[in-house]
């Protein structure tokens, strides 16, 4: 299974009135996590817009199981649990690793659209190439 680690420090502005990180921000924290994975494995967002692909999010799930605040490091595990077939599921844990507690965990789950016709279709063969020894 593919798993990729990054990490993100918590900004003022990802913060509350409470002192929490806003329950929002951490789809934007899961980005992080795929957008540095898909650049690890040579797959950059924009190298696929540029081949004629494009990922939109078709769902997503959260929860919600520890807070964390402002200026804590947080480590952000993005794993890819099988080779897509029509979509991608991309699952990510995010972790206060100082206080050794899960802060949230969740799956954003995304579809591959040719850009030309703003179609569904099956993952490009340059993206499947990129990870299918991964899962041999």
Do not use: W
């Not at 494009?54 to 080779?83: C, G, W």
Request: proline share 4%; glycine share 6%; with cysteine.
């Amino acid at each position: 299974m593919l798993k990729h680690f990054s990490k993100v420090r918590v900004r003022y502005a990802d913060t509350d009135q409470m002192g929490f990180v806003y329950n929002g921000k951490y789809f934007e924290y899961f980005e992080v996590g795929r957008t540095e994975m898909m650049r690890d494995l040579g797959l950059p967002y924009r190298n696929l817009e540029a081949e004629g692909f494009m990922m939109p999010v078709h769902s997503a799930a959260i929860q919600y199981k520890n807070a964390a605040f402002y200026d804590e490091e947080l480590e952000i595990e993005t794993r890819v649990p099988e080779l897509p077939v029509s979509k991608i599921r991309i699952e990510h844990t995010i972790r206060n690793l100082e206080r050794g507690v899960v802060i949230v965990e969740g799956h954003i789950d995304l579809l591959f659209i040719k850009l030309e016709t703003k179609r569904a279709c099956r993952p490009p063969g340059f993206f499947i190439d990129k990870l299918k020894h991964l899962y041999e």
